[in-house]
């Protein structure tokens, strides 16, 4: 199905190791973004990219990095994962003058 | 800074009750409220959605209810069945990122 992906779909990390969320769309989106989503907070804007080639700080950036590897792809990565960064993360995309978001199933990822 | 709050936290609601879920935002510059519904183990999916130049949209036994004067918007779901159960967050869109500010959730339970 057309759509949103993302992997890993789990992951546990030991405090202070690294990864990468991988996350890729094939409609053509043109803006992609990343949100995490903690119990009692909604889902929280960490990075989102406008465009191909442009990426920006959304709410709660710190301790994160994205890159915009080409329309389709946009990950996330954490350098240096600590416990505060156990969430569920999710991207979703959507098309230039669109309102409305298609979003991943989403990595659950705990920082032991 | 929370930009859209979201009430009740939890709601439960009888099979054929009607759900009432609350939000207000502050930032004038929103012009789309779209409310999502997320089951376990999902992404937010897009539910119903409305601009603030109406005041009531219903799609089937889903209604928005929007009050620009008072910025507030609410989500009524008539008739709820157990099917319904999921969280619900409302968002609005348009502010500085042009991303979506999500609400902090409402967990509804609809019972048999």
């Known amino acids: 199905n057309a759509g949103v992906t993302q992997t890993p779909k789990f992951q546990v990390l030991k405090t202070g190791q690294s990864m990468t969320l991988q996350c890729a769309q094939d409609?053509?989106?043109?803006?992609m973004y990343w949100y995490r989503q903690d119990p009692g907070m909604g889902l929280r804007l960490i990075y989102y990219?406008?465009?191909?080639?442009?990426?920006d700080k959304g709410e709660v950036p710190n301790g994160y990095n994205v890159s915009r590897l080409n329309k389709r792809e946009f990950s996330l990565r954490l350098e240096s994962a600590a416990p505060s960064q156990t969430s569920v993360y999710f991207c979703?995309?959507?098309?230039?003058?669109?309102?409305?978001?298609?979003f991943g199933s989403g990595t659950r990822l705990t920082v032991v | 800074q929370q930009q859209v709050k979201q009430s009740p936290q939890s709601l439960i609601v009888q099979k054929g009750g009607i759900s009432i879920i609350n939000c207000a935002y502050e930032n004038t510059a929103f012009d789309y409220f779209p409310w999502y519904q997320q089951f376990p183990g999902k992404g937010p999916a897009l539910l119903i959605a409305i601009r603030p130049d109406v005041s009531e949209k219903k799609e089937g036994r889903f209604t928005i209810s929007f009050n620009k004067s008072a910025k507030q918007f609410s989500l009524h779901i008539m008739d709820s069945q157990p099917g319904d159960s999921a969280t619900y967050f409302c968002?609005?869109?348009?502010?500085?990122?042009?991303?979506?500010?999500f609400g902090s959730g409402t967990r509804l339970q609809v019972q048999p």
């Open positions: 990219s406008a465009s191909e080639g442009t990426t």
């Open positions: 979703a995309s959507r098309d230039r003058g669109g309102h409305g978001y298609t």
């Open positions: 968002a609005a869109d348009g502010g500085r990122e042009r991303a979506l500010t």
């Open positions: 409609m053509n989106h043109n803006s």
